[in-house]
């Protein structure tokens, strides 16, 4: 079986991190979003990967190759954004007729991995939410299969959302679909949708069964990323890297701290996520995200995301700080 990992898209929402950082390398709760949905699937027992690379697509192949070495990864690259759908079908090669399961790059969740990779059926994961219209929608019948699946509908006829998981048994079916889409300009929202060709699927006699997946977390910007993290972190539990330096500093947790970190006369925490190599003076951090290589004094920080390499001096503030920034507030 194989993994496909969409991580193509740009992230403009999480600008200016995005600028320098692949959404996909963005940190949380001590790790990247990548490296969560990798050793999910690891842990399921599946170690060959096929990644859709795009908007600095290098950075993720290095990061790839250097962090998971015992990986079968493949790389792909959606050079033209044309939707989930076409960086999908990039893959056929790659994939042939083999099972599959695909998990959009920006897609934390906690759900039975092991169950739905060795199901015997395809399976799609969803989860309830208010406003369905900007997701994909699965519909349900009495008896609990799929039975129609449409891409942001104006009338939703569910509030089943689907979260970016999808186990597919019948892969040379989905390619047919999927070639059939874009031979065709079958678009929606002027992309080739993957949830279309899902429904090409169903059409054709394709079973799905729905899995509903524990917690959803949402990584597309900066307050659901924050929030995202708080409620990893407290389901992780402290992880502070033996390899620090602390001199009168009180830690409220849950928080993690990488490696190399120099931390003095600060409080940090709760909810604070906090990268390599940092050093942190006369500071109270709370509810943010640090990344690697940053300076901060003399700052009091809430709710924040500051990029790596960046350098932060000053008073109190709400700060979205990209990499290799240096800002004096003094």
Known sequence: MKAI??????????RPHTYTQPKALIPIAGKTVLAIIVEQLQDAGIHDFVFVLGYLGDKIQ??????????QADFVYQNDRLGLGHAILLTREKVGEEELVIVLGDTVCEYDVSQVVQSPVSMLGVKRVDDPRNFGVAEISEEGSITRVVEKPQIPKSNLALVGIYKIRESAMLFECLETNFREGHKSRDEYSLTDALECMIRKGAAFQPFKVLNWFDCGNKDSLLESNATLLKKFGNAIHPDHRFENVIVVPPVSIGKNCEVR????????????????????????????????????????LIGSDTEVKGESRSLNIGDNTEIDLG
């Open 265 to 304: 006369n600060s409080i940090i925490g709760p909810n604070v996520a906090i990268g390599d190599n940092t050093t942190i003076n006369y500071s109270i951090i709370k509810e943010s995200i640090i990344g690697s290589y940053a300076d901060l004094f003399d700052i009091v920080l809430e709710e924040s």
């Open 5 to 14: 990992i969409p991580v193509a898209g740009a992230g403009t929402k999480l």
């Open 62 to 71: 290095d990061y790839v190759k250097q962090t998971f070495p015992g990986i």
